[in-house]
């Protein structure tokens, strides 16, 4: 989550038009704490029975976590991108995320200002 959030900026066009969140067997207090305590740019969820995983596919009941899936959900609500699990020691892992969040942004504006 750490690199989600020192990248923020290039990954997620800075939150424009993006909402991120990070979904965890955590509770939510835990969640909150590290969240305020490590300045998240982003949103947490407390998913503690692992229903959000499970429905997804994301659930490990060997270890009974929730693994390291990503989801990219279009503007339209449909799933547009997964990896499972997300390879966050690979940069092109990266690329490829940012790639797919820009796929989706509106072109900027033209400065009138010139």
């Known amino acids: 989550m750490e690199a989600y959030r020192d990248q923020y900026a290039t990954l997620f066009n800075n939150g424009r038009n993006v909402v991120v969140i990070g979904i965890s067997v955590d509770p939510d207090t835990t969640l ?16 503690p029975g ?28 449909r799933i547009a991108y997964v990896t499972k699990p997300f390879k966050v020691l690979t940069p092109s892992a990266y690329t ?5 969040v820009d796929s989706f942004a509106p072109p900027p504006k033209a400065d009138s200002t010139q």
């Open 32 to 47: 909150a704490s590290w969240a305020k305590d490590e300045d998240f740019p982003f949103l947490f969820a407390s998913d």
């Open 50 to 77: 692992s229903r959000v995983g499970k429905l997804y596919g994301a659930y490990d009941a060997k270890n009974n976590v929730d693994n390291r899936s990503l989801f990219v959900v279009s503007p339209d609500g």
């Open 96 to 100: 490829e995320l940012a790639a797919i």
